[in-house]
């Protein structure tokens, strides 16, 4: 038996081992790409030649047909399929990569956003047509609110880099209020902060100052006043934190930040490990993003819709972008423009995801105030389960600290096996996990960043810790061969990832007949 508890398969079975005359791997198919097994002569559907016309393309026709894959229905459906059995997903198994609250999204969500209501609504609608859509959005900005603790939630932001774009372009359009857009130029930046956070200040025309963490991974609040100067005119402070930590002196911090005269934004996209057990508001957060495809568990990866509605504090509210619903006596208005108010316009060109929106208040309808503090509780005992289950055997920065909802380890544990922090995710997946995060945050060496979430059972977090201790025994003691190499299992071997990142190959050309 192995760790999972399925029979072990035999050495002379092992896929591996063996190359197929077809390159398929029992029923995994080896999928060449669409322009590879598409033809000229062949089609889904029969289109009868269009009657004779006079063509008024000029120079613009074309001489020869495009290059398109002609495949049949079945053809087609299949290759899709076929791609589709390659991807990774939250319904295929536990997906526990730090900082992305790869969480389950209940069916009842689904249900709810196929309402033919909701799912086939257009946003050029009559308002008049859409009241229970408009319904939704406030009674979800209503609810958020209450979490938060803050005055008014702008919703229209696409993705949590989208809401601190907003939440940033909001405290500049107060500063500019202010008449200081001129001198207050600068934002502050903790270097544990994700990437988006620089960037966005960075996009806006500010310039960055970092602040160190500490030794324990908290952002001190002596570190944050050493930084503050009349220049500022931000903070942008992620809690919990990118180390998993709850970051202990933010009151102390925001109250700094407030009397220098500059505004907190708040990176809330790790929300998930706070709902119902704090409220931003109440610590002195001016701005904060909720990510809804993270802590409501609307769905994300692979580019798909995020959605980053920002709170805002009653000194931000004035300048939330539009539109906005505003509820007058018992009907609800959809406020388009921002003539006659401070908003700073508009961050889309309509009223923000709405498919996301109905998931996300049916995630927080179903689950009640007390179901959401249990996902939160649950949330952080799940992590805090694998730290203290694997503190023995990996090494974790910040010691026995307890952590929020993702365990944060680093690669001192690996110093004398010769094996990297990529080398133990690789091998991962030739046991059926996905990977951690690994490598960020970036001021822990090696790390690797394990975000359960909630959704997991405590049989199947037992089983992937039991598989990280295997991985891990097996690592110190020098079994190299089971990781030099890995994923040996996986549809393709390890790849150079910085040339795939560096430079992707994106576009198929044909290759010049023999
Ligand atoms: C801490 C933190 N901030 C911001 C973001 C950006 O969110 P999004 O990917 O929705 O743009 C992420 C995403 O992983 C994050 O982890």
Redesign the pocket.
Known sequence: MNVQGRPTRPAAADAAARATFTGNRALDIEEALIFETGRFDASGVDVEDPPPFVSRLGPLARASAPDLPGLSEPEAVRHYVRLSRDNYSIDAGIYPLG??TMKHNPRLNEAMARLPGFADAHPLQPESTVKGALEVVEALAAALMTMTGMSAIAMSPK????GELCGMMAIKAAIEARGEAASRRVVLVPDSA?G?NPATAALLGFSVRPVPAGDDGDVGVDAVRAALAPDVAAIML?NPN?CGLFERQIVGIADAVRDAGAYFYC?G??FNAIVGKTRPGDLGVDAMHI?L?KTFSTPHGGGGP?A?PVALSERLAPFAPVPFVRREGAALRLVEHAEGTESFGRMTAFHGQMGMFVRALAFIFSHGADGLRQASEDAVLSANYIRASLNDVMSAPFGDRVCMHEALFDDRWLKDTGLTTLDFAKAMIDEGFHPMTVYFPLIVHGAMLIEPTESESKAGLDRFIMTLRDLAFAAKSGDRERFASAPIHAPRRRLDETLAARHPVLRWTRSAPA
């Open positions: 900082s992305c993705a949590g880099a989208h994700h988006t992620t990118t990176d996209a790790n990510n495809h995020g980053g």
